[in-house]
């Protein structure tokens, strides 16, 4: 049964979005564009389609990546088969005006090229309907600055995957509270050697320790951001 080639149009709804988790995680980008477009067909709206087909599926890659099931290059492959996804999916959620969780600027910090975790934080958060925004690595507290200021975003994430340039975060963030800007943000950060107790110590608002968690802090926090609006606190 196995050597059979599964056709996807034969396949009702559930069985086809399980179907699409799965080549998810195998990195198969033909065989979820083609998932995409047969729901499509099907009349799923584009939303239902990025949350329940690919962020889902995502979200079952990201937990067997934190647990050290999936690594880096299967994640890698995985990302770009949802990016293919989202290519289809992209202008249709404009046209439809899917909900907008929220806005992300996101950077490695100063002397850190890492950038595999923020890749996948970033491409994580744009899957959950966060527009995304990404500086690249190496980035100096200036280049933040500026990003905050022409972007607005409503959260500022930061990775280091090096002990020595962790602390670095710090000097970002105590340059927004220097400015008086560090309450209009919601700061999220993350990386390898980080840890709870480290987020708080540099005033950050939340750590995540991956990118499925970072998905769900970032919803949580714009939730109480929204409560925090609408009761004027």
């Not at 050597?3 to 980008?29: N, R, T």
């Not at 909900?99 to 975790?117: A, Q, S």
């Not at 527009?131 to 994430?157: C, F, H, R, T, W």
């Not at 020595?164 to 950060?189: C, F, H, Q, S, W």
Request: proline share 3%; aromatic share 4%; hydrophobic share 45%.
């Amino acid at each position: 049964m196995s050597d059979e080639e599964i056709i996807l149009s034969d396949l009702s709804d559930e069985e086809l979005v399980l179907q699409m988790h799965d080549d998810l995680y195998d990195g198969m980008k033909d065989e979820i564009a083609e998932g995409v477009h047969i729901l499509l067909e099907r009349g799923w709206t584009p939303y239902d389609i990025l949350t329940q087909a690919l962020v889902a599926g995502m979200t079952i890659v990201g937990h067997d990546f934190r647990d050290g099931i999936l690594f880096v290059p299967e994640v890698l492959l995985a990302a770009g088969a949802m990016k293919g996804g989202m290519q289809i999916l992209k202008p249709l959620l404009v046209e439809t005006g899917a909900p907008r969780m929220g806005k992300l600027v996101i950077g490695t910090v100063k002397g850190d090229i890492h950038d595999i975790g923020k890749n996948l934080v970033g491409m994580m958060m744009e899957g959950a309907g966060f527009e995304v925004i990404d500086l690249g690595i190496n980035n100096a507290v200036e280049k933040y600055m500026a990003a905050l200021e022409s972007e607005q975003p409503d959260i500022l994430g930061m990775s280091a995957l090096l002990t020595t340039t962790m602390p670095y975060m710090k000097v970002v963030i105590d340059t927004m509270v220097a400015e008086g800007i560090r309450d209009d943000y919601i700061v999220l950060v993350g990386g390898a050697p980080l840890n709870e107790e480290f987020g708080r110590a540099i005033g950050a608002d939340a750590y995540c320790r991956d990118a499925a968690v970072a998905v769900e802090t970032a919803k949580s926090q714009m939730a109480r951001k929204h409560n925090q609006l609408a009761t004027g606190g």
